[in-house]
């Protein structure tokens, strides 16, 4: 089975810290992304990688950065959080560029007070 | 960019009734339309896909169907159960297309399953 491990469930901080949320799968994936989710939006799109060092911006990148140094691991950088940043934040994975399935951490659920 | 439309936002079905939801999509380009369906306080999970070049797919109670030419594409629930009880999510590939591509999520479906 594949797996998709977040390194947080839940994580409070405040306006203005640097926010590092982290993913990792263990299946050898090429292609990792973030999404963040918020009641009646559905699930959107922040920035995704198909390649180590790669990165792609996704529908909504303002405000985030991100970091893949190394294949498994693909890590969320809030710069300077700010409140509507408050949110659930869910990884995902899929195998290459022919794989169509992309596999869900459980998500962190972020809170910027 | 591209975008999809999902609808109804709520859905409550008799058990063993159907349900279907439908959704849209605006970008002609787009050639992969999962489903996805998320319990309470679970991650979301693939629960049947279908490409471009396939009309429609059937998985034991579930199907979905697609009309290119409109741009929609749509899920049948058939014999509902309680336990189908869930939030569904449509969505459809980036406009590049291809596995690598992040995926454009329609807004959901509440389905309640009544007794």
């Known amino acids: 089975d594949v797996k998709v491990t977040q390194s947080s469930r839940y994580l409070v901080k405040r306006t203005g810290e640097k926010v590092f949320l982290e993913c990792v799968q263990d299946m050898d994936h090429e292609n990792m992304f973030w999404y963040r989710q918020d009641p009646g939006l559905g699930l959107r799109l922040i920035y995704f990688s198909y390649d180590v060092k790669m990165k792609e911006k996704g529908d909504i990148p303002e405000g985030y950065s991100v970091s893949r140094e190394k294949k498994e691991r693909f890590s969320l950088i809030l710069e300077s959080a700010s409140t509507n940043q408050t949110s659930m934040y869910l990884c995902?994975?899929?195998?290459?560029?022919?794989?169509?399935?992309?596999?869900f951490g459980p998500g962190t659920r972020l809170t910027v007070t | 960019g591209e975008n999809v439309e999902q609808h109804p936002s709520t859905l409550s079905v008799q058990e063993g009734d159907s349900a279907v939801i439908k959704c849209t999509y605006s970008d002609s380009a787009s050639n992969y339309f999962p489903w996805y369906k998320q319990e309470l306080g679970k991650r979301p999970q693939l629960i049947i896909d279908i490409r471009s070049n396939v009309g429609e797919k059937k998985d034991q109670r579930i199907a979905v169907t697609l009309n290119k030419t409109a741009k929609h594409f749509s899920l049948h629930i058939t014999e509902t159960q309680p336990e189908d009880s869930a939030v569904y999510f449509c969505a459809a590939s980036g406009e590049l297309g291809g596995g690598a591509d992040g995926l454009t999520f329609g807004k959901g479906t509440h389905l309640i399953i009544q007794p």
């Open positions: 995902a994975s899929s195998l290459d560029r022919g794989s169509y399935e992309q596999y």
